[in-house]
Every structure is written in structure tokens, then in C-alpha cells.
């Protein structure tokens, strides 16, 4: 399966919302305009709109609302990653840096959720476990649930701070990790629905030290299964097979 990049007019939509942002003709809790309004006004189809605003809905930036619309959301802050994405490019940030930054802060960060969530934060992150099942057929789709479920966990810490710089750590981790999300094998993505699943779980128990070793040891498979995509990745370019290819996506 080949890597899945956005498009130019993709990034036509998000850059059109990153302007309206900067502006100030959107705030927070302001309703974005309507599909119809951003394919008529921007000359782009709706596929592309829709997927210009899962991606901003991964990074954070907005939030669908069933029935209602887009919006820009409330909150814990959102912490400019540009400084860090350029950083990332100088240095060479390596995806063994991006694992081992996510478990420092998100490690502790479920076993802050297990002792603080709300009623509210149980839903947001139960809903998030729902659409990782619902989505394993489409490996960046399920990448943005991915990304909103360990937000929801991270709002539910209690501590904007924490959540902010997981925030930022995220959208950075996004940015890197949709180049290969499309060659997630189902097993990979089976793995990643169950692990969050269980941090769910035992965040709603009330069991802060089996969310914080849960949450552990989902990012660490993580790890392994983005190095296997990687891997598989570079072999293509190469021109030889992916080993997931050798026994097919179950593999």
C-alpha cells in the first residue's frame, strides 16, 4: 500500500484555517464554515475539505461536533509546535526521541487521568476507543482517533501544563507519523485498539498505577510497530517488498 501524503489543495484548506486563525475572524468556541462554503469558496472538492479537517482535528486545531459542525475547541492551550518542528528538521528528532518524550509525559499523565477524570472526560475518551474499533480499515483516520484519544487522557490529567506540552508533542508526532500510518498492518492496528481499550479501562477503574504501566507499555509497542512501518517503507523505495507484504496485512 503506498504512503498517503496531503495533497496540495489539502494543505490549500488547512493553510486558508491557520489564516482565519491568525486573523482573529476565528476564536475559541467559533463555528467554522460550512463545507459547502469552504469547496465554493477555496475551489477545492469535499473530500479534500473533510480531509484538511481530520487532519486539523488530529493536530488539535478544530473539532467535529455530530449534527452541530466544526469548531474551534476549548481547553487546555495549544502550544505553537512550529519552534519544535523546526528544531525536529535541524536536529534530526528520531522517532525513539518522539516515544521516549510521549512516555515521560504520558505516562504520568494517565496516572493523573485515573485519579482526576470527569464523567465528561470518561466519555470523551470511551468515544475515542469507539472510533479506533470502527476505523481499522483506514489507517490515517484511525491515526487521528489515535491522536485524540491520548489528547482526551491528557485532558483528563487535570494539569493544563501537562496537557498542553502533550499537546505540542503530539502535533509534532502527527506530523511525522502520518508519512507511514498507511502501511499499518491489522494486527498493528488490532494491537493499538485493544492497548487503548485497557488504558480506558483502567482509567475508569480508578487504577492509576495499571494506566500508567498500560500507557507504558502501549507506547513502547507503539514504538515498535511505527519501526516495522519504517522499515517496510524504506524497502519500497528500494524496491524490494515490505515484510508485511510477505503474509499479507494479517500478517
Known amino acids: 500500500m503506498g504512503t498517503r501524503r496531503p495533497s496540495p489543495s489539502t494543505e490549500q484548506v488547512i493553510a486558508h484555517v491557520r489564516d482565519l486563525i491568525g486573523r482573529g475572524h476565528l476564536r475559541t468556541g467559533d463555528r467554522l464554515p460550512p463545507e459547502r462554503h469552504l469547496v ?137 507519523r502520518r508519512a507511514t500510518a498507511s502501511r499499518a498492518t491489522d494486527r498493528n492496528l488490532r494491537d493499538a485498539a485493544d492497548m487503548h481499550r485497557r488504558i480506558y479501562l483502567a482509567i475508569r477503574k480508578r487504577d492509576a498505577e495499571q494506566a500508567r504501566t498500560l500507557m507504558d507499555d502501549h507506547l513502547r509497542q507503539a514504538a515498535m510497530h511505527h519501526a516495522e512501518e519504517a522499515r517496510d517503507a524504506v524497502r519500497v523505495a528500494a524496491g524490494r517488498p515490505a515484510e508485511s507484504a510477505r503474509g499479507g496485512r494479517n500478517a
Open 40 to 176: 465554493t469558496q477555496l475551489g477545492v472538492s469535499r473530500p479534500t475539505v473533510r480531509a484538511a479537517l481530520r487532519a486539523l482535528a488530529a493536530m488539535g486545531v478544530v473539532e467535529a461536533r455530530h449534527g452541530s459542525g466544526t469548531y474551534i475547541p476549548g481547553g487546555p492551550p495549544k502550544l505553537d509546535s512550529q519552534a519544535l518542528s523546526f528544531l525536529a528538521a535541524l536536529h534530526g528528532f528520531t522517532s525513539d526521541e518522539m516515544f521516549e518524550a510521549r512516555r515521560v509525559l504520558e505516562v504520568s499523565a494517565a496516572g493523573m487521568a485515573a485519579e482526576r477524570a470527569t464523567g465528561n472526560d470518561l466519555a470523551a475518551i470511551a468515544e475515542e476507543v469507539a472510533s479506533l474499533f470502527a476505523n481499522m480499515d483506514d489507517p490515517q483516520l484511525f491515526l487521528v482517533h489515535d491522536m485524540q484519544f491520548h489528547r482526551a487522557v491528557a485532558a483528563a490529567s487535570g494539569n493544563p501544563i501537562v496537557a498542553s506540552l502533550i499537546e505540542m508533542v503530539s502535533t509534532l508526532f502527527f506530523e511525522h
